[in-house]
Structures are given as C-alpha cells and as structure tokens.
T-cell receptor, first 110, second 114 residues
Framework: QKEVEQDPGPLSVPEGAIVSLNCTYS??????FMWYRQYSRKGPELLMY????GNKEDGRFTAQVDKSSKYISLFIRDSQPSDSATYLC??????????FGKGTRLHILP | DAGVIQSPRHEVTEMGQEVTLRCKPI?????LFWYRQTMMRGLELLIY????????DSGMPEDRFSAKMPNASFSTLKIQPSEPRDSAVYFC????????????FGSGTRLTVV
C-alpha cells in the first residue's frame, strides 16, 4: 500500500458546483496535512495547511482531516474556471519531510 | 522576495551528458528540498538540506545523481551520466522550518534526455 493515495482524475464539474477532493494515507504518525495547487507548467503552491484533526476554512476552500479514518478532504465552494488545476494532498510527521499524493486534475467547465 | 529561483527552465541533452540544475532558495529559509515529478510517480523527494548540510538523500535514485549546497543561497543537482529515464520536471523548494508550514516551490526545470 502506498503511503498516500489520491485519485488522479480528471474530475470535471460545472462552474459554481461544490468540488470534493480526497486522499487516504497509511502512516498514523502524520500530523501535518496540506493541500497544494499546481497550475500547468508551474510549481505547486501551498493552498491550505492543517494540524491534526478537524476543519479549516479559508474563503471558498475548506480542509478536513479525519485521523481516525486516515482520510483528508478539500472542498471548493462556488467553483470557478480559474480553479482548474492539479490539487496535491501532502502530509508529514513532526518537522519531517513532506510526502505528496500524485495529484487530482480538476477541470471547471464554464 | 523573488521566490525560489531555478535555472534553466528547460534542458534538452543527449544521453550520457552531464546535466546541472541550479536553485536559489528564498533568503532566510534554512531548508532546501529537491523533488522530481513524473506522471507515473508523482512528486518524489530526492534530497534535502538543513543549513547547507544534507540531511536525507535516501530518495536519490543512484550514484549518477549528486547534490551540493555550498552556501545558503545556492544549490545544484547534478546528473552524470544522464539517461532517458531521468526525463522529468525537477523542482527545488525551500522552507524556513522543516515541514510545519509547507514549502515554497520554484517553477521547475523540465529535463529531456534524448
């Protein structure tokens, strides 16, 4: 089993829809959970950062962590064409290297 | 701040040639990471440095790969000799701490070995 699993997509949704992106992981020692967004031919950029379990909201974005199920989610409300990108989940143990999922390609259709 | 700066943006080289990728981290960031990204394997950590010292190079594929950080503002990743399977996008990232607050990535170097 890979350490971090993420559906590669592509995921296509109409503009304005709610998007749900998910990852599962196997290492129960992970404490820091992140979502990165990567536009084509660009480097990943940090979108959301969460420590341990719970929810975090930032504008149209909400990150959820369920450590008991080893499952994290990113929700995007009122999706826009500019949200079209690859979204990578990422996680780490305390102050250790970050392990990335392979990314989910998201297309928002105008 | 100009962010993490990588050069070159694109590199095309022949099999067997030496390739050197360069990175300038964000000033004040103590950690520097080299990642490789392919469709098949995603983002893979190759090596990372803390205060210019290599901490973990377990991701370096083989002895053909080497990385140095001679000072706080510069790092290189060298492949010698290069092979077609090394074709990928290589990213450099830096961070003020370890992983606690995420990394800032450069724009990457797209390497093609023919």
């Amino acid at each position: 089993q890979k350490e971090v699993e993420q559906d590669p997509g592509p995921l296509s949704v109409p503009e304005g829809a709610i998007v749900s992106l998910n990852c599962t992981y196997s290492n129960s020692a992970f404490q820091y959970f992140m979502w990165y967004r990567q536009y084509s031919r660009k480097g990943p950029e940090l979108l959301m950062y969460t420590y341990s379990s719970g929810n975090k909201e930032d504008g149209r974005f909400t990150a959820q962590v369920d450590k008991s199920s080893k499952y994290i989610s990113l929700f995007i409300r009122d999706s826009q064409p500019s949200d079209s990108a690859t979204y990578l989940c990422a996680m780490s143990e305390k102050d250790d290297k970050i392990i990335f999922g392979k990314g989910t390609r998201l297309h928002i259709l105008p | 701040d100009a962010g993490v700066i990588q050069s070159p943006r694109h590199e095309v080289t022949e099999m067997g040639q030496e390739v050197t990728l360069r990175c300038k981290p964000i000033s004040g960031h103590d950690y520097l990471f080299w990642y490789r990204q392919t469709m098949m394997r995603g983002l893979e950590l190759l090596i990372y440095f803390n205060n210019n010292v290599p901490i973990d190079d377990s991701g370096m594929p083989e002895d053909r790969f080497s990385a140095k950080m001679p000072n706080a503002s510069f790092s290189t990743l060298k492949i010698q000799p290069s092979e077609p399977r090394d074709s990928a996008v290589y990213f450099c990232a830096s961070s003020p701490t370890g992983s606690n607050y995420g990394y800032t990535f450069g724009s990457g170097t797209r390497l093609t070995v023919v």
